[in-house]
């Protein structure tokens, strides 16, 4: 992620993104935002201010009326609801999926271990995906997106179906992966809950299609408690 001179490039610049769906609704305009360095970085904002949308702009799900996007990482998307994603019926037959094409068998098999092993799941490779918790089950998603090659996470309510053990379970992992050397991820995250404003590197508000400055994660939780609205709050 080097850059030029003593300033390494920024993971991720949103220049002005502005979109508006078919129908006519604007869901984005003048949105600007940078991720300053790997880690973990959190969004919040009332239901319908945008912030889905920008993570699917973000990923190339969708293209940008105007305005830019400047990454040099590959995107991956994880979603709320992680039985969306997951396609195959085992962990390894879905992993496989994710996996660059070309491999050899050995290498797909040594990929996808390696993959299981960075998110804790190293034993349940042959488990059908079926007999996850939600929990292991998000786990694999991101297993998924590691195996993809993938070093910025966009992470869309990844906690909003689990229960509280498997919510720091999910954050927990993401915190690691964020922190761990080399190759620190970055990590976009969308959430409704305040508490996890604690565990994060900054954290900014989305109103109304735009994002607002990054700030402590318990500042901004200050700021906002209660939310004016959203699913969950705790
Ligand atoms: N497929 C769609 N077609 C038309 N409008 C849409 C579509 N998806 C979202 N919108 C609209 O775009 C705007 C932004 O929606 P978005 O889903 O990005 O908000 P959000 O911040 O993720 O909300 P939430 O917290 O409820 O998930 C809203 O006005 C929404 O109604
Ligand atoms: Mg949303």
Redesign the pocket.
């Known amino acids: 992620m080097a850059g030029s001179g003593n300033s390494p490039r920024p993971p991720l610049q949103v220049d002005r993104l502005a979109y508006s ?3 006519g ?1 604007i ?1 984005l305009q003048h949105c600007t935002l940078q991720i300053p360095r790997p880690g973990l970085w959190m969004l919040l ?10 993570l699917r702009l973000i990923s190339g799900l969708l293209s940008p009326r105007q305005g830019q996007i400047h990454t040099a990482l590959k995107p991956a998307l994880v979603f709320q609801n992680p039985d969306h994603q997951l396609l195959l019926p085992s962990c390894f037959s879905d992993l496989l999926l994710s996996l660059p094409t070309g491999l050899a068998a050995s290498e797909r098999q040594l990929a996808a271990e390696q993959a299981l092993e960075q998110v804790g799941l190293s034993d349940l490779i042959r488990r059908p995906i079926h007999t996850l918790s939600g929990g292991q089950k998000q786990r694999l998603a991101i297993a998924g997106a590691l195996a993809s090659g993938a070093e910025l996470l966009l992470l ?2 990844p906690t909003a179906l689990l229960d509280p053990d498997s919510q720091d379970e999910v954050l927990d992992l993401i915190r690691t992966l964020t922190q761990r050397q080399p190759r620190p991820l970055t990590a976009l995250w ?1 959430t ?1 809950r305040l508490r996890e404003l604690d565990r994060c590197d900054g954290a900014a508000l ?1 109103e109304r ?1 735009q994002v607002g400055p990054w700030l402590d994660g318990a500042t901004l939780r200050n700021r906002l408690s209660p939310l004016p609205d ?1 699913p969950a709050k705790g």
């Open positions: 769906w078919p129908n609704q869901a904002g009332t239901n319908g201010s945008g912030k889905s949308t920008l869309d309510e969308i409704h989305m299609g959203g």
